[in-house]
């Protein structure tokens, strides 16, 4: 049985900082995430990607703001449970929780957060016959790693972000890539949009528009695809490549904590109106994506505040009539489980008076 203050499930960016304001008030963590590592969303699907809006920080790649995270939270020595999914949640008699996992794991705390994001992913997968034949043999979901595509013959399929993102990203990793969309039309933003186009005026992108890829081909790994046009009179297209990419998104699902007798709405966890984001089960705490209340922004910044909203009202609760007195870093310093403390240096004032 692993003991803990706060058990936080998600070890994305949200439920990453909650281990560091959740150490600030000296209250232990640990986390469980179903992914083999840390970082969520930011490990797993787009580590490679760019992020513009965490403060002070212009611009950073994703899987950089997990490592930098993971420094973060290092003096608070967390524990994790990683490949894991939380299956069940078991509320005891003295208010406390027990949390198993698929395999059989199990956790103990007074406190449980749920920071899993947007629950599970599931790709939206293609209506191509014999594509899981496929899969991880050429045809990939996401991308994780782009040096895998280095001078490779790539195909994405896709008319959002990801897919513009991607292929302008791969267009100079690649040997050939090419783009394939179902309209003429891309969702993504206006700058990826132009970007793409004049990458394919310039030859380094091969657009399909108003077309897509309707077979896979190959003994035992992709050997080619073949396009098929709206266009009748354009016929088919077979193009011979290594890899098939189609980013159709993800579907996002709660999984098991949906079982859990929570609020639910529209496949979001209600809270109360961020007060402290507390669910209708009092001692567990929903933070991040994953939550929903009047005003919710979907941001990363977002659950950083709700984690150290949260981690407030998880203190009062693991200690029942105790005053906090929350002092600022810059006064305080950090000092961690591990014995580490960093402080600024004190100035030393003297006296100019005879």
């Not at 899969?135 to 790693?145: A, L, Q, R, T």
């Not at 009202?313 to 002092?327: C, L, T």
Request: proline letters at 5%; one cysteine or more.
């Amino acid at each position: 049985m692993i003991k803990t203050d706060i058990l936080i499930i998600g070890a994305g960016p949200t439920g990453l900082f909650t281990v560091f304001e959740a150490g600030l008030l000296k209250l232990k963590t640990h986390l469980i995430d179903a992914l083999p590592q840390p970082g969520g969303q930011c490990s797993e699907i787009y580590p490679k990607k760019p992020i513009y809006d965490i403060p002070a920080f212009p611009e950073i790649l994703a899987g950089d703001l997990v490592n930098n995270l993971m420094e973060q939270i290092k003096p608070f020595n967390a524990g994790f449970t990683l490949g894991e999914r939380a299956e069940t949640l078991e509320k005891l008699d003295d208010d406390t929780f027990i949390v198993t996992t698929n395999k059989g794991t199990k956790h103990h705390a007074p406190v449980v957060v749920i920071a899993g994001g947007l629950g599970s992913f599931e790709p939206r997968k293609p209506l191509i016959p014999n594509i899981a034949n496929y899969e991880d043999k050429g045809v990939s979901y996401m991308i994780k790693d782009p040096e895998v595509y280095r001078d490779k013959k790539v195909v994405i399929a896709g008319g959002g972000d990801s897919a513009l993102d991607w292929a302008i990203f791969l267009a100079n990793v690649a040997s050939e890539v090419s783009l394939v969309h179902r309209r003429n039309e891309f969702r993504g933003a206006l700058d990826s949009v132009e970007k793409a186009a004049e990458l394919a005026k310039l030859g380094k992108i091969r657009l399909f528009t108003e077309a897509e890829v309707v077979s896979v081909q190959g003994s035992e790994t992709l050997e080619a695809v073949l396009i098929k046009h709206n266009d009748t009179s354009k016929g088919e297209t077979f193009l011979e490549v290594n890899e098939f990419i189609p980013l159709f998104g993800l579907s996002p699902k709660l999984g098991p904590i949906g079982n859990w007798g929570l609020e639910i709405e529209k496949n979001a966890i209600k809270v109360d109106n961020s007060y402290d984001y507390q669910t209708n089960i009092p001692g567990v705490y929903a933070i991040g994506d994953v939550n929903t209340y009047p005003g919710k922004l979907k941001l990363i910044l977002s659950g950083f505040h709700e984690a150290a909203v949260m981690c407030q009202s998880a203190y009062q609760r693991i200690n029942p009539g105790k005053r906090y007195v929350m002092k600022y870093t810059t006064v305080g310093g950090v000092e961690g489980f591990d014995g580490t403390k960093k402080e600024a240096k004190k100035e030393v004032v003297q006296s100019i008076l005879a």
